[in-house]
Each structure stands twice: as C-alpha cells, then as structure tokens.
C-alpha cells in the first residue's frame, strides 16, 4: 500500500518562499507522471504543477512564474518551490500521481499572510 508524505509546508509572509516535499512509500514514483495539488478551505481540490516521467513541466495559470516542479526518482521525491507567494496560495497542499491516483496524504498546511 502506497503511503505519500507531503511536508514543508508553514506560516510565510506573502512574497516569501516555501519548498514542498513529496516521498512515497510502497511504490516508486519512477516512470510516472506526478502532481502538485491544493485544496483551499470550501474549494474544490486543483491541480497546481505536474511533471513527466522525463521532466516534462505543466503549470496552472495561477501558479505559471512562480512556482517549480522538480522530481528526484532516485529519492522517490518530488518538490514544489513555490516563491512570492500571495495569500491566495494558502491551501492544503499535496501530490499524487496525475492517473491511477493512490490513495491521498495528510497533505501539507501553506498559510500565506498579508
């Protein structure tokens, strides 16, 4: 059973910065398309960043400029730097695999003030 583990999230000033971090357990990120996801209180669950088996990068329109996707297959990690964040970005962050989800993580809180 596939376990995801999202961690780095916190309280930060808005134009400041985070680093998101994804590790898995159970099964290997290797050769499978990735994401980012948020979910803001009473909002649906978006897909922020997604990244390629070959690091290939996509970007919501909200997130495009400011926010990088990264992958470390030998790691089973996948990263999320996110900088100057805004107070929209506050969310539950997490990641999953772009198809064939596994079951979600506790995601990570990112609290962004004003």
């Known amino acids: 059973q596939v376990q995801l583990v999202e961690s780095g999230g916190g309280l930060v000033q808005a134009g400041g910065s985070l680093r998101l971090s994804c590790a898995a357990s159970g099964n290997s990120f290797s050769g499978k398309p990735m994401g980012w996801y948020r979910q803001a209180p009473g909002k649906q669950r978006d897909l922020v960043a997604q990244?390629?088996?070959?690091?290939?990068?996509y970007y919501a329109d909200f997130v495009k400029g400011r926010f990088t996707i990264s992958r470390d297959d030998a790691k089973n990690t996948v990263y999320l730097q996110m900088n100057s964040l805004t107070p929209e970005d506050t969310a539950v962050y997490y990641c999953?695999?772009?198809?064939?989800?596994?079951?979600w993580g506790q995601g990570t809180q990112v609290t962004v003030s004003s």
């Open positions: 999953n695999r772009i198809w064939m989800k596994w079951s």
């Open positions: 990244i390629s088996s070959g690091g290939t990068t």
